[in-house]
T-cell receptor
């Protein structure tokens, strides 16, 4: 099966600019996640969608970050305006069914991420 | 903030050596997962543990869910060059089903 697709692979922007990332999950996966991974740290969940509804966005900085999953398939994550501390790899993941991606029958499948550098 | 302590932070190993790493918490966990991340890629699930005391293998990898439910261990036997990467533990606590991640153990092969 095709994996989780993300684009672009790399993005360099200046602070205060805006940026958008795109994710296409594995076909048939109902749940989609966006993670932020700062260098030297583990991934941090930003937002979780179940189909096209938001399940958890408690750690999403809503003053500058937004995400949508129209039609319950592809998703976009936007940052506007970007700050220096937003430099990180943004990982998209999907799982077959609900939950946090930790069940035996529905583990997380990650894409290769978008590396964002804010200068 | 981080609630999982992963150690060591990095390891230099010779090919053929056995490797051990662990993950600890001051809180009780009900799920432990071990992932591997290679440069430029997302994490890949290696082993999932769901019961205290559970010991699970995946090829040369063996992981255990600690009896106290506050720790987990990952062992790699007879390491090979393709084992290099960053190994992450992750888990869920009783009170919160959000997946919590450690900071990773970086495995490096000595030249």
């Amino acid at each position: 099966e095709a994996g989780v697709a993300q684009s672009p692979r790399y993005k360099i922007i200046e602070k205060r600019q805006s940026v958008a990332f795109w994710c296409n999950p594995i076909s048939g996966h109902a749940t989609l996640y966006w993670y932020q991974q700062i260098l030297g740290q583990g991934p941090k969940l930003l937002i979780q969608f179940q189909n096209n509804g938001v399940v958890d966005d408690s750690q999403l900085p809503k003053d500058r970050f937004s995400a949508e999953r129209l039609k319950g398939v592809d998703s976009t994550l936007k940052i506007q305006p970007a700050k220096l501390e937003d430099s990180a790899v943004y990982l998209c993941a999907s799982s077959l069914s609900g939950g946090g991606g930790f069940s035996h029958n529905s583990p997380l499948h990650f894409g290769n991420g978008t590396r964002l550098t804010v200068t | 903030g981080q609630q999982l302590n992963q150690s060591p932070q990095s390891m230099f190993i010779q090919e053929g050596e056995d490797v051990s790493m662990n993950c600890t918490s001051s809180s009780i966990f009900n799920t432990w997962l071990w992932y591997k991340q290679e440069p430029g890629e997302g994490p890949v699930l290696l082993i999932a543990l769901y019961k205290a005391g559970e010991l699970t293998s995946n090829g040369r990898l063996t992981a255990q869910f600690g009896i106290t439910r506050k720790d987990s261990f990952l062992n790699i036997s007879a390491s090979i060059p393709s084992d290099v990467g960053i190994y992450f533990c992750a888990g869920t606590m009783d009170s919160n089903y959000q997946l919590i991640w450690g900071a990773g153990t970086k495995l490096i092969i000595k030249p």
